[in-house]
């Protein structure tokens, strides 16, 4: 059965730290695309980052580049994102996906959540001013 389960979210003040976890089951996380995305009330599903299965490359969307680092624990098939100087812009419900057999590049994953195959139900993020 596949499953990803997201924890470590919870509430900090700005320029704090909070580090999510994605549990995979069901498939190893070190042959699929790991996507982690945020939604925002009343904003549509946002692209943060993602690493590639094939060599662990490694793409994030501009607004966390330098306080997000994703990372993969092939051991745990666990993948981490390590968020710091954490901003008010940065609340939201995050998500971890899984593709297999990715066909775009990492920035197009990012911009196109449709494209993920399988998804966890999400933890929540909120950083306070």
């Known amino acids: 059965q596949v499953q990803l389960v997201e924890s470590g979210g919870g509430s900090v003040q700005a320029g704090g730290s909070l580090r999510l976890s994605c549990a995979a089951s069901g498939f190893t996380v070190e042959y699929y695309a790991i996507g982690w995305f945020r939604q925002a009330p009343g904003k549509e599903r946002e692209g943060v980052a993602c690493?590639?299965?094939?060599?662990?490359?490694?793409e994030y969307v501009d607004s966390v580049k330098g306080r997000f680092t994703i990372s993969r624990d092939n051991a745990k098939n666990i993948v981490y994102l390590q968020m710091n100087d954490l901003k008010s812009e940065d609340t939201a419900l995050y998500y971890c996906a899984a593709e297999d057999r990715p066909k775009v590049p990492m920035a197009l994953m990012l911009a196109s959540p449709n494209g993920m195959d399988w998804w966890g139900r999400g933890t929540q993020v909120t950083v306070s001013a």
């Open positions: 690493i590639m299965s094939s060599d662990g490359s490694i």
